[in-house]
């Protein structure tokens, strides 16, 4: 599926846990996060977790204006 959309010109950034499983699904563009119940933290917390969520987001949006490159993985 990330293939097709991709094919039609639209980047698809994936937020992933387990990174390993992005990558075998052939995606171009992984933000690694933080937790499998909440990928870019638990939104009933806030302090260091909002500031988390924001800085986790806004490494996804970069990535979108991003080459592809042989290694799909921004950290």
């Known amino acids: 599926m990330v293939k097709e959309i991709e094919r039609y010109g639209i980047p698809i950034v994936h937020m992933a846990t387990i990174t390993t499983i992005s990558e075998s699904v052939g995606a171009n563009r992984i933000v690694p996060t933080v937790a499998i119940p909440y990928p870019v933290g638990d939104p009933d ?3 260091k977790e909002e500031e988390m969520r924001k800085e986790l987001t ?3 949006v970069d990535s979108l204006h991003k080459e592809v490159t042989d290694s799909p993985l921004y950290n």
Do not use: F, H, V
């Open 58 to 60: 806004e490494r996804a």
């Open 45 to 47: 917390l806030d302090g």
